[in-house]
């Protein structure tokens, strides 16, 4: 079963009340994808939205594990933190292909529907890896973050540049899917999926590199189609926090066990800035507090 044939299957995750399906999506490991997951996710829910998370990544579920150390925290310390409802999705243990991409489409679209119908957003951490859920997730996607860390190596896996020119030679594999997807979904549903290419990770120093980056992913963009977002930059914070299962929002100047600092408000008002950047209409009017 391919995923061309899955349009029989569109209603089973089209329930009357629809939430906006943000899909974090990229093929290459290492971007960042569940640090941008969790964030949003506690983004939203301080908004006041529902949150739910979906954790395709069947191999390192970096997400779930991040949730269970929330979890974990909260029944330590006794401290009350905003938690999305999170769902799992199992691989397939079909040894036919056919049966196993049926299997795991039924799997991933019941998922969709239920938290559909008790959540405003939902945040897919897609694997980093071509596989048959990811591909499936792409396509029922409203909006797409591809996390990029800020380099040539990361770029090649939107496009193939000139050595010399950089201009940009052709799209790679994964915008190649990325627009199969869009292209399915205007056919099935006609509704745009809103591609956001972040640049993760990227130095405050100015650089030729980075700025040699920036312009190629400016080309490539009026090419096929994203927008750029500034990203979040590289903070030992990140990887401090993983642990307890915190956000940089669940830190404050009074009560924490981190020392609070000018970084992490700098840290948070990146978040911000990507959150405004994304321009969810459901978020019109809304007022931040972080």
């Known amino acids: 079963m391919s995923i061309t044939s899955l349009t029989g299957l569109t209603d089973i995750a089209q329930p009357a009340a629809e939430a906006r399906v943000i899909v974090i999506g990229n093929e290459k490991g290492g971007a960042g994808k569940s640090t941008v997951s969790i964030h949003l996710s506690v983004a939203l829910l301080c908004i006041g939205k529902k949150v739910g998370v979906i954790d395709l990544d069947v191999r390192q579920r ?7 150390n929330r979890t974990r925290w ?14 799992r ?14 299997e795991e489409s039924q799997r991933f679209l019941t998922s969709l529907a ?17 596989t048959f859920l990811s591909r499936l997730a792409h396509m029922y996607a409203d909006t797409l973050i591809t996390p990029l860390n800020d380099s040539f190596v990361d770029f ?5 540049v000139n050595p010399q020119t950089l201009e940009v030679l ?28 972040m640049r993760n990770r990227m130095s405050p120093l100015a650089a030729r ?6 312009g190629a992913l400016a080309n490539l963009s009026k090419r096929i189609g994203f927008r750029l977002a500034p990203g979040l930059s590289e903070r030992v914070i990140y990887r401090e926090l993983f642990p307890a299962g915190l956000t940089l929002l669940d830190l404050s100047e009074s009560s924490s066990n981190v020392a609070f600092s000018m970084s992490h408000k700098a840290a948070r008002q990146e978040l911000r800035d990507l959150v405004i950047v994304l321009q969810l209409p459901e978020l019109v009017g809304a007022e931040f507090s972080f």
């Open 62 to 68: 970096s997400l779930t594990r991040y949730l269970e």
């Open 74 to 87: 909260m029944q330590n310390t006794a401290a009350t933190l905003p938690m999305p409802a999170i769902v």
């Open 89 to 102: 999705v199992e691989a397939s243990q079909e040894r036919d292909l056919d049966k196993a991409e049926a």
């Open 114 to 130: 239920r938290l559909k119908r008790e959540c405003d957003f939902i945040v897919i951490d897609a694997p980093g890896g071509d």
């Open 156 to 160: 090649d896996l939107l496009g193939d």
């Open 170 to 197: 052709r799209p790679s594999f994964y915008s190649e899917m990325v627009w199969n997807c869009r292209k399915k979904k205007a056919q099935t549903s006609r509704r745009p999926i809103d591609w956001v290419v």
């Open 209 to 214: 590199n980075k700025e040699r980056v920036g």
